[in-house]
């Protein structure tokens, strides 16, 4: 593609909203991962007994170590629907967005 191409396809409307879009989305999700990480971590800095104690009377697991398989699971859900939606909505997007480049610049 020539930078003529590029150019346009900078200054496309649709360009623009696939950035936000997935600029949003993809701050949203490291917000949360962040959130809780940092979360947890500082739990174990200030208040490492809370974590300490066993699930259930007489359980070897404790609430720390379900806590931590729980953000293990959780974050590759979020990694999953990340997966998912670029390659629904935003590569759809995307394809769009060629196409109305290539068709712009013949």
Do not use: C
């Amino acid at each position: 593609m020539s930078s003529a191409m590029y150019e346009h396809m900078r200054t496309n409307p649709k360009f623009h909203e696939l950035v936000t879009r997935r600029g949003r989305f993809a701050w949203t999700l490291a917000a949360i991962v962040l959130t809780m990480f940092y979360g947890y971590i500082l739990t174990i800095a200030f208040n490492p007994t809370a974590l300490g104690r066993p699930v259930a009377e007489g359980s070897m697991l404790t609430i720390g170590v379900a806590v931590e398989l729980f953000m293990f699971i959780f974050f590759w859900a979020l990694t999953a629907f990340y997966v998912w939606r670029a390659n629904n909505q935003f590569d759809a997007m995307t394809q769009d967005l060629i196409r109305d480049a290539w068709k712009d610049n013949k």
